[in-house]
């Protein structure tokens, strides 16, 4: 497919569409990304819909032509149904999905595309672009957090490494999190009285955490033990890949969705598509809702310090590093698309993230093996947050107001542009 034909996606919407109409289409739509995952595994994150998609999908081996030339066929036939209301939604989040989908066999065919072009037709989204002085301003702060003569990065990780679990105590560490995040979460929103995740401690992933949503309101989190752990990364994950994150998020959209309106293309998660936005936005978004304010380092420094037999004494000093840390985040994005719109060979996207992102030389060469699977997908999580949170507190002046807000979030088909809106 040539990159002018995406560019020409029309989303026709006009007057009622009768959901008998759609049905159809969105067999066909589950049987072409079913598909494609046959090409690239990584396209469905997760499926929990007819198990008779999935045979015909091995059955009928479309190529990736057959899936573009169908494709385009389904967007059409979907842009010529009126509609208004929730099935206009339905349309457009399935327009979004098929531009994604072609994109995805654009790029499985060998074809370039820019990065922030590439960011947009996968997830609906384009990132800010951040300049070396914008990070500059950060590390001096940091610099003066931690004054000596190495090479900042040097200092950050060596101060770093005081606070890494020791590995025989991260399951002890990573469980007691996981069921703090899920109180917190129970506490303001209802979940199926059934749902369960299980969690497993992995290697060789380019990855630090993942989310494999099994369906039936149950997970597995998979924790990756290649890299060293900070005590503050339990936390973090046990809120994004579980509670108030992915696991919530999927467990209320299968409730919501799936079972409650009958929409089975959400019984399918296309990983490359604007949900990924909404989902990595939201799972990033949600430690701070769970642990507003103090509530996080009072937690941590009381609970899950000793747990890991860590001294607390230099917490403070450590928080204030960690913010400053987070502004550095774009550091990834930038590294990122200069590596993939072939400014930075991979040696000077791993250096890049040393120098402006602080990360150990170890975890900058993941960073650049996540970037070659993932590639633009590193948006959703700082530019995924960032438009949730203002969605979230646009016209919200409390707890109990931005947790109502965020449950409608998760358990809705809204897309990217729908954050823009209050």
């Keep these: 497919m040539k990159l002018p034909l995406i560019l020409l996606a029309v989303f026709a919407l006009a007057g009622p569409a009768q959901a008998e109409d759609l049905q159809p289409l969105v067999e066909e739509y589950l049987l072409l990304e079913l598909s494609m995952a046959r090409h690239d595994p990584a396209q469905v994150d997760a499926y929990f819909g007819p198990g008779e998609f999935k045979a015909m999908a091995e059955e009928q081996q479309l190529s990736l032509e057959d899936i573009e030339s169908r494709a385009l066929a389904l967007s059409e036939k979907l842009g010529e149904l009126e509609a208004e209301g929730a099935d206009a939604q339905r349309i457009e989040s399935l327009q979004l999905r098929l ?53 900042l990065p040097e200092r950050v990780n060596a101060f770093r490494k005081r606070f890494m679990i020791p ?3 991260i399951e002890f560490v990573f469980t007691a999190a996981l069921e703090e995040c899920r109180r917190r979460t129970l506490e303001h929103i209802e979940l199926p009285k059934h749902e369960s995740f299980d969690i497993e401690y992995v290697t060789d992933q380019p990855w630090s955490a993942y989310n494999w949503y099994q369906g039936n309101s149950h997970s597995l989190i998979q924790v990756n033990l290649d890299l060293p752990v900070y005590i503050d990364q339990a936390v973090d994950l046990g809120c994004h890949e579980g509670y108030p994150g992915h696991h919530t998020y999927n467990a209320l959209i299968e409730q919501n969705l799936v079972e409650g309106n009958g929409w089975q293309e959400f019984s399918l998660y296309p990983l490359f598509s604007p949900q990924s936005l909404i989902a990595e936005g939201s799972g990033n978004y949600g430690v701070d809702l769970a642990f507003p304010g103090d509530e996080r380092i009072e937690y941590e420094r009381d609970r899950l310090f000793p747990l890991a037999g860590l001294d607390a004494s230099d917490a403070d000093r450590y928080y204030r590093l960690l913010a400053l840390l987070v502004q550095l985040n774009y550091a990834t994005n930038e590294a990122a698309r200069q590596y993939l719109d072939g400014e930075f060979s991979a040696e000077q996207a791993q250096q890049w993230l040393v120098s402006y992102a602080l990360a150990t030389p170890e975890r ?22 960032d438009l949730v949170a203002g969605w979230v507190e646009t016209g919200t002046t409390n707890s ?9 979030l998760l358990s809705s088909p809204l897309n990217p542009a729908d954050l823009e809106q209050p």
């Design 99 to 151: 531009l994604a989908l072609r994109t995805r066999i654009t790029l499985e065919q060998g074809e370039k595309i820019p990065f922030d072009q590439e960011s947009q037709l996968l997830f609906s989204a384009v990132a800010p672009a951040y300049g070396e002085q914008h990070f500059k301003t950060i590390l001096e702060q940091i610099d003066d957090l931690l004054p000596g003569n190495a090479p």
């Design 364 to 385: 900058a060469e993941k960073s650049i093996d996540f970037i070659d699977a993932y590639r633009s997908y590193v948006i959703n999580y700082n530019y995924g947050k």
């Design 400 to 408: 109990t107001e931005r947790w109502e807000k965020f449950t409608r």
């Design 167 to 169: 590995p025989e105590r």
